[in-house]
């Protein structure tokens, strides 16, 4: 990254000039009781002016931005259906990340409640684990802004992503300085086929700083994001949570929609909803599930249906807000 020069400016604070007329007072001030009142009027000034001009945080922020609560952590959701043992793996994985304040799992089993023995295989640790079981079986029941939510941070991933605690940190670091974008590492594109008409690409990237693909998408399946996002999803039109009920798939392109509609309420178009991170070590561990159970992705139809999913989503909108970017983030070390 660049540095642009910034020139140095000498700068007289108002505390500054209130305390070279208090000088200059000094100097041709008489004795006396209107000399007393004066001195405590230019104090009085002063103070004023230490107030007023305190600098605030929010200075340099435009209204509208997502910013970061207090709080310097994030909130763990995971979706999971019928993979307990891949399930532990993951949640061993990352009750070693710091930061993490809490993990809600998104209970897909209907009318099968969590056993103790999954919750006693996770052993002892600080993290509260809330098993959040639901009524139906759908892909949008992640995406609830649940209340057991405290932090703005969110890391959503699915139950079978392992990543390194390395990368899972460096991703929040990167996604404190830009809150109002999805940060994650699984990064996905669309392409127009004909007028209104798009196609999914599920090819990975290489090295897009160095004339690889660009992207348009980062999957929520390993992603930061602000959880503001969440209830935002839930005010999108019903045809966009029909859609995703229908063909029980594309609730990640729909979140990326989501942003990518409120970034151009922000700041217009031409800001990406996501910024990829290249993982050092990022495992899919589908195929070690005892369960057999596979992912949607094998279903023959699923890249059909996900260009289905975004020629009805730009229809719905009336738009195509996704923006292409070749930004890659990783770790140096």
Request: one cysteine or more; glycine letters at 6%.
């Amino acid at each position: 990254m660049s540095l642009i020069p910034v020139s140095k400016v000498m700068h007289v604070s108002e505390e500054q000039k209130a305390e070279n007329q208090l000088a200059n007072f000094r100097v041709g001030c008489t004795p006396g009781w209107l000399c007393l009142w004066s001195f405590l009027l230019l104090l009085l000034v002063g103070i004023a002016l230490t107030v007023l001009h305190r600098p605030h945080n929010d200075s340099t922020e435009k209204p509208g931005d997502l910013t970061v609560v207090k709080q310097d952590g994030f909130t763990l959701i995971i979706q999971t259906f019928k993979r307990d043992d891949i399930l532990v793996k993951v949640l061993k994985r990352c009750l070693a990340v710091p930061h993490l304040q809490k993990i809600l799992i998104v209970w897909n089993n209907i009318n099968k409640p969590p056993s103790q023995k999954l919750r006693d295989s996770l052993g002892p640790h600080r993290t509260p684990i809330i098993f959040l079981e639901q009524k139906v079986n759908s892909m949008q029941n992640r995406l609830q802004p649940f209340s057991e939510i405290q932090t703005d941070a969110v890391l959503m991933l699915d139950d079978d992503i392992l990543l390194s605690v390395s990368d899972i940190s460096f991703a929040f670091r990167i996604w404190k300085q830009s809150p109002d974008q999805i940060v994650g590492f699984v990064p996905r594109r669309h392409a127009e086929t004909a007028p209104g008409v798009y196609t999914y690409g599920g090819s990975e990237l290489s090295d897009p700083q160095n004339g690889g693909e660009k992207y348009s998408m980062v999957l929520i399946s390993a992603v930061f994001f602000h959880r503001r996002y969440l209830q935002l999803y839930q005010e999108q039109p019903k045809e966009v949570h029909n859609l995703v009920d229908d063909t029980h798939n594309c609730d990640d392109i729909a979140m990326n929609f989501v942003v990518a509609m409120h970034l151009r309420k922000l700041w217009g178009s031409g800001k990406p909803a996501g910024i990829y991170i290249k993982p050092k070590n990022m495992v899919n561990l589908e195929l070690q599930a005892n369960s057999g159970f596979k992912g949607l992705w094998h279903r023959p139809d699923h890249f059909k249906q996900r260009s289905y999913c975004l020629t009805r989503l730009a229809q719905i909108y009336g738009v195509m807000p996704l923006q292409f970017s070749n930004i890659m983030m990783t770790q140096l070390t």
